[in-house]
């Protein structure tokens, strides 16, 4: 069945660690997405791509890095985390940017 | 700018209650709309799209949405809740960007909450 799978699905860290969250898609999809969802602000787009070595900075990226290795993987990096990028991260897939999206079921981040 | 707006964050119904989400877009043309349901601690999954053509969609678990060019609206509608159904509900709607920048922006969400 065609999905989309984020690693890992918790993950605590220190101020200043590195952390890089991961996503698969086995949708063939071109485009994969990374979100964070926070309470009053919806979902806010950090980075995307339309396929693999391709990179489009979102609406809220600063302290994010990602990477396309292929079609099927996306990476988000925080290099410096801060206690401000505890959230909840979804990565998401679509053939198309404007035609519908499979999400993952989220990563949780806490930086302490 | 495009956006979208729903304007209620909470909503509150009785099992067996009808239900209207209210979801407004700004947009020069047509968009493509979109809603998406999130449960507890899960992501989100897609109940109907509009494209084009009969501005009322149907989508799963008896859900329909109908699309108003006049009123920049695509509300979401069913006609009789379960409690199964309290989740975050999102609207979104396609930029209107063409080719590789395309892609979709969201409202903040409306919270249902049925209750038994």
């Known amino acids: 069945e065609a999905a989309v799978t984020q690693s890992p699905r918790n993950k605590v860290t220190v101020t200043g660690g590195n952390v890089t969250l991961s996503c698969r898609q086995t949708?063939?999809?071109?485009?994969m997405y990374w979100y964070r969802q926070d309470t009053g602000h919806g979902l806010r787009l950090i980075h995307y791509?339309?396929?693999?070595?391709?990179?489009q900075i979102g609406d809220v990226p600063d302290g994010y890095k990602a990477t396309r290795t292929t079609q099927e993987d996306f990476f988000l990096l925080l290099e410096l985390a801060s206690p401000s990028q505890t959230s909840l991260y979804f990565c998401?897939?679509?053939?198309?940017?404007?035609?519908?999206?499979?999400f993952g079921s989220g990563t949780r981040l806490l930086v302490i | 700018a495009q956006s979208v707006t729903q304007p209620d964050a909470r909503v509150t119904v009785s099992e067996g209650a009808s239900l209207q989400l209210r979801c407004k877009y700004s947009?020069?043309?047509?968009?493509?709309l979109f809603w998406y349901v999130q449960y507890q601690r899960q992501g989100l999954q897609l109940l109907l799209k509009?494209?084009?053509?009969d501005p009322v969609v149907q989508g799963v678990n008896g859900f329909e949405a109908e699309f108003s060019k006049s009123d920049s609206s695509f509300h979401l509608r069913k006609a009789s809740v379960h409690w199964s159904d309290s989740a975050v509900y999102f609207c979104?709607?396609?930029?209107?960007?063409?080719?590789?920048?395309?892609?979709?922006?969201w409202g903040l969400g409306t919270s249902l909450v049925v209750n038994p």
């Open positions: 979104a709607a396609s930029t209107g960007n063409v080719g590789d920048n395309s892609k979709l922006i």
């Open positions: 947009y020069s043309g047509t968009p493509y």
């Open positions: 509009y494209y084009s053509g």
């Open positions: 949708n063939s999809h071109n485009y």
């Open positions: 791509s339309y396929g693999a070595g391709n990179l």
């Open positions: 998401a897939s679509s053939g198309t940017g404007d035609s519908d999206y499979t």
